[in-house]
């Protein structure tokens, strides 16, 4: 059965860090680019995005240098970790391929409020 679950957010103080994660089952994880979303309002926002050998990685202009996308292809878990986040970074963050073929998992949710 095809599964993401996103699971690490949390209420965070500006200037905090935290780690997300997204357990991907019933798809060849090892093979695809993956990537991670967030949607804030009505319109979903592309976060970053990781090639399925985690060699090379792209990140939206908003997050470069304070996010770093990963996965470990043995677990099939993607990762974000999130560093020097900001109050604009709160939102339900989603993984899901860079086209967005799978169906979304649940996300979860990341305040960033002092």
């Known amino acids: 059965q095809l599964q993401l679950v996103e699971s690490g957010g949390g209420l965070v103080q500006p200037g905090g860090f935290l780690r997300l994660s997204c357990a991907a089952s019933?798809?060849?994880?090892?093979?695809?680019?993956m990537s991670w979303f967030r949607q804030a309002g009505p319109d979903r926002e592309l976060v970053a995005t990781i090639?399925?050998?985690?060699?090379?990685?792209e990140y939206a202009d908003s997050v470069k240098g304070r996010f770093t996308i990963s996965r470990d292809n043995d677990k099939n878990i993607l990762y974000l970790q999130m560093n020097s986040l900001k109050p604009e970074d709160t939102a339900v963050y989603y993984c899901n391929t860079p086209w967005s073929t799978l169906d979304w998992g649940q996300g979860t949710a990341v305040t960033v409020s002092s």
């Open positions: 090639v399925s050998d985690g060699f090379n990685s």
């Open positions: 019933g798809f060849a994880f090892g093979m695809s680019s």
